[in-house]
């Protein structure tokens, strides 16, 4: 036997076991579950137990059932909602990972600055509790653990803040999910009990503010929505004179920013503003249309070009059309939900976090965005930051640039990998995820309303025994996934390395 | 290196070998059995005298050693690890499930061994535990499990406080009007203005929404389990009574007034810590709370009462039961610890610890059952729960054609969203109405050999229909819902002898109950 021809069996032996368990373990369930997906195997059919236990292929048949069915849309679209936090999340971490690059115990001067803010806490809280207002047993803790982590720092620096903001991460998630429970408590919880001084306080003003005032409120968060619609296709319409979105690939992205307005239309607590919503979409697509044609100097584009571009701006300013649309009917809403004398509102209360329908699922995502902000998005990135060429700021100063300027001209396209990388990674988990915390705080209710994919996959598989059906459902998430991913590689990895 | 590995190879094969040797109970030299229960230390002794019972009966070996050795498995009760387990032929022989639910399901699987020959030799036939539970465990006729224990619902009640606030003692039947108007007087006298919200008081932790439609008359299904029933004007008032007590009355907390609460959990749940410092003053619950109940130091006479009833007074009867597994090496063996359930030996330990009800109804005339002499302020409770058991417990109805998780998913989803002032009671109820017959009818359809049962049972479904419509009284045997089937029965419109021929019904029903929405 030759040397070569030892080494390889000697390799090998040493990789057995590790490809056998993968081989077991991964591949075979994989391919196995790809196959039942297209199968009516259902463990009340079959098992080994069943005499007539030959499972049958039924084709696409679990696959038609998800789509026609009306659970899978509701599950999927509440995963989607959830992931509606990550942009934000994203952005909470670079914004973390940035005041955790700066030193916290430098000098001086930003020690004073720390006392100060510490001193300045105490004062305010002192003075609040004398006159009445903030005096809870809440208030004063969450001052106090405020001035602590301040105090801190001071001592601490650096390496006491990246300790703390990393906790989130290391903490067991179940552990996590029921501190956060008790947390959200409706009465006793901490949140509700530092929310409802606020609110009552807010709740007086409202009281005696003209109730004008918010109903205008309402009507101006819908024109800022239009008025995002305007910057979101007017980006798009420069994209399109300019040549880098082809007239074939513009037609999603606008259809995306169409779809808040159109929401608005017919979401019963905007519906009533429809004729603002239309007339103001329809004027400003056919503005943009008019200013396009009147361009002469336009360059010609492929009609697929750009698309992916053209995607991402339309995506962020859909999620911020929403928010907008979300807020506007809560500022219209504000008078009659304080008003404790008529009997329509009883004052401005804090929400049933995890019991309510409507706050379920945010309350989900502020607990996910919390844990977003000291995640390992937040390590790389610091990396990331680290690694940014010191000369590039040294000429940006030369040049007098602003720290936002220095920020948007620098430091962001530095990070671009990054972020591309952490988007694409946090897209995946926000698929896939949901499960735990569902299963832990909310076992998916009240109603359904934070049921994400992966715990209704659980539920069919484990709960039902239709296996068949449940693999379709895993194969549907994983198709989304994948879909998703490429779209990212495709245009994402073109977007960072332009 | 490869010397190295090869070295690692041998130490950790003799150290397997080790183990095993030296691991004393892996090894025993009569066949062992493994039950699946829950975490509770009274297993052990169960265990022990389940040894010392099959000696006494003569189910020895010829060196007289007990014929089997029991062990116990407490990490594999979850019931998606007991499905798995057992489709992939690796369960323990004897598994003790939630009831009729559960068993219907493994019984769907074929995962479980029918024991209606076994029950009928060794004792552990039907008739050996309460008649109201025969539904329950057993299927078209076939037996397929036998109680543990059995859980029939009531309201315990804290005499205690009622008398601290001067208030007169809850009857022991009362009408839903009646709870409600007492809720409304207690929650006046026991909560004064300012009271905390983790100090309040409540009138009961929780009352079972099906309890109280079935007691206006309505069961989640038809009479031949063909199609849900829900969406009938007696659940829509059922629904909206517990909305109005919990979010309008408030005589039951909210789930935000229950989180309010800091309450040790343990066994039971916080219900009954609550109970304990009284902020409930009823609970709902079976006989086994009393085993938290007698770690409580201050907790004085207690008395057990009926759930509210719209008309027809009933309960819910349950058990934690055990199956006997079909991949079960020594079926025969697990066959035996079921007879050893219906046993007085067993039944006696399940006296001595009041965990729940004893399973064989003939052992709960004893003096140590009714009267427990370290336990003198529970002598008036024990009695009381096999006279409801016996009088108007009434066991869950499942569908054949479709899953019990599906229903109650279902049911608990649009309740949720009625609650959540999502939709109306009306909307939920049609909601849920039609989604169970949904999902009814894409079981058929995935499981075709389900047509021909479900066809017969719509064609008798028609003539029960038509019967009633025409004031005609039906047989009994027609009636395949257990609730209608009693509920029927105390409005007189079943005939309860045994007919040759179902076309036979004939006898006039009272005008006031035919039919319609007194059906």
Redesign the interface.
Known sequence: MTRDRRNFI?GI??LTPNILGVLTFVVFPVVFSFYMAFT?W????H????EDASIQFIGLDNFI?LVTGDRFPRFLGNTLFFMMGIPFSVAASLIAAMLLSSDTRAGGGRNYLYLLSVIGLVAGVSLLSVLGMGSTAMTILLVGAAAGILLAGVTGGLTFYRTLFYTPHFVAGVATFILWKQLY?????PVNLSLEPALSGLGGVVNTTPPAIYSTLFWVGLVLMLGLFYWGSAKLRRMLVDGDLGKGAAVVPFGLLLIPVVVGCIWGMTSHAWWLLSIGAVAILAYHAWVYSQRTDRFPAKASEGFGSGFVIALMVLVGQFVLLGLAPVFGALPAMADTTTGTGDGLTPP?WL????WAKPALMIMGFWAAIGSNNMLLYLAALTNVPGELYEASNIDGASPLQRFWNVTWPQLAPTTFFILVMSTIAGLQGGFEMARVMTQG????ATTTLSYFIY?EG????RLGYASAVAWTLFLLIFSVTLFNWKFGNKYVND | MKILFGVILAILVVASIGTYLSYPDTRSEVPVIYWVTDRNPARVEQVKRFHAWLEKNGHVDEQGRPLAELRLDMANRDQAKQIIQTVSGVASDVLDVGGGQAMRLFQRMEVIRDVTDAGLELGFDPSQTYRALEPDITLDGRQYMFPCNVSVRVLWVNEDLFKELGLEPVPDRWTVEEFERRGKEFMERANPPGTRPGDRRFFANFIDPEIIHRGMGVSVFNETLTASDLNDPRYISGLKLNYKWIYEDNILPTPDDTSAFVAEQGYGGPALSLFGSGNYALVSGGRYFLIRFREFDNLGQLRVVELPHGGFPNTIIATRAAVVYAGSDYPELAKLFLAYLASEDYNELIIEDADALPPNPAFTSSEAFLRPPDHPNEWGVHGRFVEMAEEIAIPRAYSPFVLSSVVNNRVNEYRDLYFADQITAEEAARRTAEEINTAIQDEIERKPELKPLYDERVALQAKIDAAFAEGRKVPEAWVLNPFYRQYYASKGMLILEELGDPAAASDAVPQDTAGGNTR
């Open positions: 000697s032996a040493f009516n259902d463990l009340t059919l098992n080994q137990f069943k059932e408590a409706a009465k006793t919880g049933s019991t309510d329908v409507s209710g009240p109603a359904g539920e484990f709960e039902t025994g």
